[in-house]
């Protein structure tokens, strides 16, 4: 389960909980000064498998899967959707960010991280769906679990997510959970469909699944 930022004494930090330290949003940024640490979209997608594959032998010819929760989730489907399934075999997310280009969370983060305003596009799940319209869906289903009464209801917006993948032709699967918030108790009701989900799709043994938190 990977950290979601870089942390240390010489990391750029702020006072707003969703943005610096805690809150990279899986992106690697292009403008000073989070661009020298702010790097994590490498560090999952290439040091982190590196790292697996040579010490622990698994994970290779694309065996993997990835998972999140919160801006972890936004970081599990975008890297799926760019990466696509020659990467990664299967992808879920537990109340994820979906559309961050157009909530305030995540236009606060990307108008710092990032120079231009196209990157942010580019780390958007939404938007990432919505380019497929055209192409065939890279996965046979994309597993998202929400639950009703999250309190961030407003700046996840699953419902944009859903229209775009309806749009594109990818099958998503968004589980509304009745009564459920955003928290980890949420989490612990619900991780083991998927695991479950994951694991129906990697059967075989050298394989592994990240997950984003």
Request: one cysteine or more; a negative charge.
């Amino acid at each position: 389960m990977p950290d979601t930022s870089p942390r240390g004494p010489n990391v750029p930090d702020t006072d707003v909980y969703h943005m610096g330290t805690g809150a990279s949003f899986y992106i690697n940024a292009t403008a000073s000064p989070y661009d020298e640490h702010y790097q994590m979209y490498d560090y999952i997608t290439k040091e982190l498998p590196s790292i697996i594959e040579n010490s622990f032998n698994i994970g290779k010819n694309g065996l993997k899967s990835i998972c999140g929760h919160n801006m972890g989730g936004h970081g599990a489907l975008v890297i799926a959707l760019r990466q696509g399934n020659s990467s990664w075999k299967s992808v879920s997310a537990l109340a994820p960010i979906c559309n961050p280009t157009k909530c305030s969370f995540g236009k606060t983060a990307f108008d710092n991280y990032f120079m231009f305003p196209e990157e942010g596009k580019m780390n958007d799940a939404t938007c990432l769906l919505e380019a497929l319209v055209d192409h065939p869906a890279p996965f046979d289903d994309i597993l998202i679990d929400q639950g009703t009464v999250d309190p961030f209801l407003e700046e996840l917006k699953p419902d944009a997510i859903i229209k775009a993948a309806d749009k594109s032709g990818q099958k998503l699967t968004l589980n509304k959970r009745e009564g459920f918030d955003h928290s980890y108790f949420f989490v612990a009701n619900f991780i083991e469909d998927h695991v479950n989900f994951h694991a129906d799709r990697l059967n075989a043994k050298d394989s592994f699944s990240y997950s984003c938190w």
